[in-house]
């Protein structure tokens, strides 16, 4: 399947609003759309059924390993030469052992070739874990998500596991089963080092090879929060204190990137005690993404800029300076910077229209924002089918007109084409070392997300053996090569972030306490606002907004109230309680309104299904948005 693209592909333009990434006066024109060629990667053949032995001869002559109709896939970045990429895969109907061909089973990390070239064995893919003597892999971790080579191509990031080949290349002919280890990575987070440490996810290898980026989900005080951190890692041959007590990576000098001493997004004015500030400068790691390739800056989820809007940010690991990637209202989250740093590759719901009726309105201030983004963010997906599209963003962000450049938007949209809208693109886009191509993976969408109840019939898949996953590439065929500068190890300490203790409590997140406070526009107008806390005054209950000639911009103003309660019926799940009835005038006319008994949904932020009861509409320049149907 090969496609070319010299289409803009833009989506829903950011409007009236839209915040400039780059100092005023400073922003360059939006760049022209340019020619992407996108074509699909070869993976291993589909067996029959999971069931010992289906993976016959018949279907893989080479006998190494097939994969089910469910891959299991997961795409990560290239090696260094770029001339693959590693991708964790299921394999499935392996024979029983002794057969040499047993080893190809479960899941595996494998690389696959990216220029048409094919491994020793004669296949355009290698497994790198089969076969891997237990020995070797001691205390490994099951998970190999997100995989990711080190620069050095002798190591890959893979769950919470370092693969390594010894002297040898990862994509090596010498680098053989006997030769691959497999090491877990451990966070002590206990004082005297016992216990078999934090628990970590998301991990992102800074660009130096020695600093790892990580997350951790935190419960304090009954409440479900993520903070980030940056660690660097260390090698233990031999481990005294914790588990497992064999050789691993450790994590040492760990910084949480949160300050809770810091300035927050939204605070009380210290001159004016009956009056909010929101400060965009502020740093608000909330869930980190990844690293800049010159390893200056760490990109994140953040708060929000504009209300409902959840967008990713870049910040100084030194100065702590923030820009803002994206802008457009749609969501965002699995992002990937550019090797010369001039672009991001986003997987974003833009051109969907999935969260429109949350966030198509502009220039709205984030406050209601202090409860709602984890219940905002969760709209995003249907259980596990994602709404996401490859998008092409310059440096500066969405702005005016330009959304940016869908990466695949040429075909004609039927089924299997490369613009299939019910195949979604997943975490995370990579580009290759040169700068030239990137690499994602897209997932079909599958009951429960299609047929049955919901309204999306499901769709036949038309890939080999009628697999629901698929490995793309798409090449930029008009850019020269421009490789990522070689990065020196940094410093371990982050300036605006803390020192971690192991066994230290874990921080709150401040907020401005109960009160009645006025918001003044930063063109015109105010916002009256008043907060309610919880019972034991640990949390923000009730936020309620009235809007009176509100302008930041100068172009809109606001006008109408906007109230939501947030209560934690579960650890994960948000119950919100939404009246809206906003009026926006100006460059922009629109409306958010909630229908008369209020918008009331409830949502677990780890299975992502919608559920709701009453209405939330956003009208922009008579164009309506709505809210999906419930399990959609």
């Given at each position: ?193 016992s216990g078999k440490g934090g628990s970590i996810r998301e991990l992102r290898i800074h ?111 030194t100065t702590g300076k923030v820009r803002r990637l994206t802008g457009h209202p749609e ?66 962000g969405d702005r005016g007109d330009y959304a940016g450049q869908q990466i695949n938007a ?223």
């Amino acid at each position: 399947m090969v496609a070319s693209c010299s289409d803009s592909g833009s989506t829903t333009p950011p409007g009236p609003g839209a915040t400039p990434t780059a100092a005023a006066g400073a922003t360059p024109p939006a760049p022209k759309p340019e020619p992407i060629s996108v074509e699909e990667l070869p993976l291993p053949p589909v067996a029959g059924s999971t069931d010992a032995g289906s993976c016959t001869e018949a279907i893989n002559p080479h006998r190494t390993g097939c994969v089910g109709q469910s891959v299991g896939l997961q795409s990560g970045g290239f090696l260094p030469d770029g001339r693959s990429v590693v991708a964790r895969v299921t394999f499935v109907g392996a024979p029983a052992a002794p057969d040499p061909a047993s080893v190809y089973s479960g899941d595996q990390l494998i690389l696959v070739r990216t220029d048409g070239g094919k491994f020793p064995n004669g296949d355009a893919w290698k497994c790198v874990t089969c076969g891997v003597p237990e020995k070797n892999a001691a205390g490994r971790s099951p998970t190999l998500d997100y995989p990711q080579p080190f620069t050095d191509g002798k190591r890959i990031l893979a769950g919470t596991n370092i693969i390594d080949c010894d002297s040898h290349p990862i994509a090596d002919e010498a680098c053989t089963p006997e030769q691959t280890h497999i090491y877990p990575i451990h966070w002590n987070n206990t004082a005297d080092g016992s216990g078999k440490g934090g628990s970590i996810r998301e991990l992102r290898i800074h660009p130096d090879d020695v600093h790892l980026g990580f997350n951790s989900f935190t419960i304090a005080n009954g409440r479900f929060g993520q903070f980030a951190y940056l660690g660097r890692l260390a090698f233990n041959a031999t481990p005294t204190t914790g588990t497992p007590p064999t050789p691993r990576y450790d994590l040492t000098n760990v910084t949480r990137l949160f300050d809770p001493a810091d300035t927050q997004p939204v605070t009380v004015d210290p001159d004016h005690p009956d009056e909010l500030v929101y400060n965009r400068d502020a740093l608000s790691v909330g869930e980190l993404r990844g690293f800049s390739k010159d390893g200056k800056e760490v990109t994140y989820i953040g708060y929000p800029e504009e209300s409902s809007n959840i967008d990713v940010f870049a910040a100084d690991l030194t100065t702590g300076k923030v820009r803002r990637l994206t802008g457009h209202p749609e969501y965002v989250d699995p992002v990937d910077l550019s090797p010369d740093g001039g672009w991001t590759v986003a997987m974003d719901t833009r051109g969907s229209d999935r969260q429109m009726f949350l966030a198509g309105m502009r220039g709205i201030p984030p406050i209601t924002d202090l409860i709602t983004t984890s219940a905002t963010s969760s709209t995003r997906n249907n259980g596990p089918r994602r709404f996401f599209q490859p998008i092409l963003i310059d440096r500066y962000g969405d702005r005016g007109d330009y959304a940016g450049q869908q990466i695949n938007a040429e075909g004609d949209g039927s089924p299997g084409s490369v613009n299939d809208p019910n195949w979604n693109g997943m975490a995370d886009p990579k580009w290759s070392p040169d700068g030239t191509a990137i690499a994602y993976w897209q997932a079909l969408a599958v009951s429960p997300a299609c047929g049955g109840t919901n309204p999306l019939p499901c769709e036949t898949s038309t890939e080999p053996g009628g697999r629901t996953a698929r490995l793309m590439i798409a090449h930029l065929t008009s850019r020269k090569p421009s490789p990522a500068p070689k990065v020196a190890p940094i410093s371990d300490e982050v300036p605006w972030g803390v020192a971690y203790e192991p066994g230290s409590p874990i921080p709150t997140r401040p907020h401005p306490p109960a009160g009645t406070y006025t918001l003044r526009g930063a063109n015109h107008g105010t916002a009256k606002i008043e907060i309610t806390e919880t019972p034991d005054k640990i949390a923000i209950g009730t936020v309620s907004v009235t809007y009176t000639d509100y302008s930041d911009d100068g172009a809109t103003t606001l006008n109408g109230t906007e109230k939501v309660t947030v209560t934690i019926p579960a650890l994960t799940t948000s119950k919100v309680d939404w009246f809206s009835d906003l009026t926006q005038t100006g460059a922009t006319k629109a409306t958010k309104k909630t229908s008369p008994d209020g918008f009331h949904l409830t949502i677990d932020v780890l299975t992502n299904i919608f559920g709701a009861t009453g209405t939330l509409t956003t009208t922009i320049d008579g164009k309506t948005y709505r809210q999906p149907a419930n399990g959609m």
